[in-house]
């Protein structure tokens, strides 16, 4: 991509999110900007992942994942989540992070974050070089006060 098609994309605003699955005994969290609502009945979102995050065929085999949404005290975790992968290190350990069931999926919710959004994977799509993985909420939770975390011009800032 040439340096001015990088500058105008980086101009689009977003979210910074943890995704979560579970596979077996493993839980890992992988950070993710590439992410949206695209639907409103059913409640759906897209969300992005390339094919090497290890996290992408744990989704794909479980066909579930949690959305936590970021916020403006996250930035810690976020980065660490988000330069660390699940194939050598154990994130939610080495972060402490707490965590509680889910209500409708396997994948624990993260405690006390901004909202976590419980998904059932209604479909995968393969485009470019990343999978949109396209999940329905089938289980929420939010507390209101934290600002979101939002991905702009490469910098992590709140909105
Ligand atoms: C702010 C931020 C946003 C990111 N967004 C995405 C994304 O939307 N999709 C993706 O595949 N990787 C994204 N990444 C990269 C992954 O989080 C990173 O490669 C991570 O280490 C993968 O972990 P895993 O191998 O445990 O899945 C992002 C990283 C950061 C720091």
């Known amino acids: 991509m040439t340096d001015?098609?990088?500058?105008?994309?980086?101009?689009?605003p977003?979210?910074?999110?943890?995704?979560?699955?579970?596979?077996?005994?493993?839980?890992?969290?992988?950070?993710?900007?590439w992410i949206n609502q695209i639907s409103w009945n059913p409640l759906q979102l897209?969300?992005?992942i390339s094919p090497q995050r290890y996290i992408h065929d744990m989704i794909a085999r479980t066909g579930e994942?949690?959305?936590?949404i970021m916020g403006e005290g996250d930035r810690a975790t976020a980065f660490f989540c988000g330069t660390r992968s699940g194939r050598n290190t154990d994130k939610l350990k080495e972060l402490n992070?707490?965590?509680?069931?889910?209500?409708v999926i396997a994948v624990p919710r993260i405690k006390d974050a901004l909202a976590n959004l419980e998904c059932k994977l209604v479909k995968?799509?393969?485009?470019?070089?990343?999978t949109l993985f396209i999940g329905e909420v089938?289980?929420?939770?939010?507390?209101?006060?934290?600002?979101?975390?939002?991905?702009?011009?490469?910098?992590?800032?709140?909105?």
């Open 4 to 12: 001015q098609l990088h500058q105008a994309v980086h101009l689009l």
């Open 14 to 33: 977003m979210p910074v999110t943890l995704i979560g699955a579970k596979d077996g005994d493993q839980h890992n969290i992988t950070t993710a900007a």
């Open 46 to 48: 897209m969300v992005s």
């Open 65 to 68: 994942f949690m959305v936590t």
């Open 97 to 103: 992070l707490p965590t509680e069931p889910g209500e």
């Open 124 to 130: 995968s799509i393969v485009s470019g070089n990343h």
């Open 138 to 159: 089938a289980a929420a939770d939010y507390k209101k006060g934290p600002r979101p975390l939002v991905l702009w011009q490469g910098e992590l800032i709140t909105i």
